[in-house]
């Protein structure tokens, strides 16, 4: 239990254009969702968590006109990538938390590798 | 300021040898502490938590984890590490109070010797 996917799993985009990734939580509900970004050899930063039916809370230094999420339904999340460029070229993983508290375990996804032309 | 530090890069021992993995933590209320594998290709995998309790948490694979507060130390340990077992390791604190989120240390790479 407590599936986490993402899609696409890779993807190459031109300078300038906008890609959309997908969170979906399998088998479980997801009350909350929270999408990192890893660099290589780094570790995982948080860039913004999502509550179903509200908006995205981003974190410092994230900007939220760039990386637009939404959390629609308890089971999707979704993060566009706007107008990217090859900075933006990274890993971005997304978890799911069925609940809002410390005590509800985040479960990952498999990340979707972004490269940027 | 919340921080996890994990003061390994990479660490490397043979098939059968035992393994201990680093980390320390700073924050200023009760830690949620948490153990990830993350192999290529698959999401991280929890591999053991702890908030209270036992001090000594078991999880799976055979990993266990201790959690000393005077150190502000929460070490990942298995006795007898396998080939499979070579992956990245991250150490995690979930914070109790204001925003809840999770704070990674930089990961721990682990390379495993036949």
């Known amino acids: 239990g407590a599936v986490v996917s993402q899609h696409p799993s890779w993807v190459i985009c031109k300078s300038g254009t906008s890609v959309k990734i997908e969170c979906r939580s399998l088998?479980?509900?997801?009350?909350?969702m929270f999408w990192y970004r890893q660099f290589p050899k780094q570790s995982l930063m948080l860039m913004a968590t999502?509550?179903?039916?509200?908006?995205?809370?981003?974190e410092q230094g994230v900007e939220k006109d760039k990386f637009l999420i939404n959390h629609a339904s308890l089971t999707l999340s979704t993060l566009t990538v706007t107008s990217a460029h090859p900075e933006d070229s990274s890993f971005y993983i997304c978890?799911?938390?069925?609940?809002?508290?410390?005590?509800?375990?985040?479960?990952f996804g498999p990340g979707t590798r972004l490269t940027v032309l | 300021a919340q921080s996890v530090t994990q003061p390994d890069i990479h660490i490397t021992v043979s098939e059968g040898a035992s393994l201990e993995l680093r980390c320390n933590y700073s924050y200023g209320a009760t830690p949620y502490l948490f153990w990830y594998v993350q192999s290529p290709g698959q999401g991280l995998q929890l591999l053991l938590k702890?908030?209270?309790?036992?001090?000594l948490v078991q999880g799976i694979k055979g990993f266990e984890a201790e959690f000393k507060r005077s150190q502000s130390s929460f070490n990942l340990r298995k006795p007898s590490v396998h080939w499979s077992d070579a992956a990245e390791y991250f150490c995690?604190?979930?914070?109790?109070?204001?925003?809840?989120?999770?704070?990674f240390g930089t990961g721990t790479r682990l390379k495993v010797l036949a």
């Open positions: 999502s509550n179903e039916g509200s908006k995205a809370t981003y």
């Open positions: 978890s799911a938390s069925s609940g809002r508290v410390y005590t509800d375990t985040q479960y």
């Open positions: 995690a604190v979930g914070t109790t109070s204001g925003t809840y989120k999770y704070i």
């Open positions: 702890y908030f209270s309790g036992d001090t």
């Open positions: 088998d479980f509900q997801a009350t909350t």
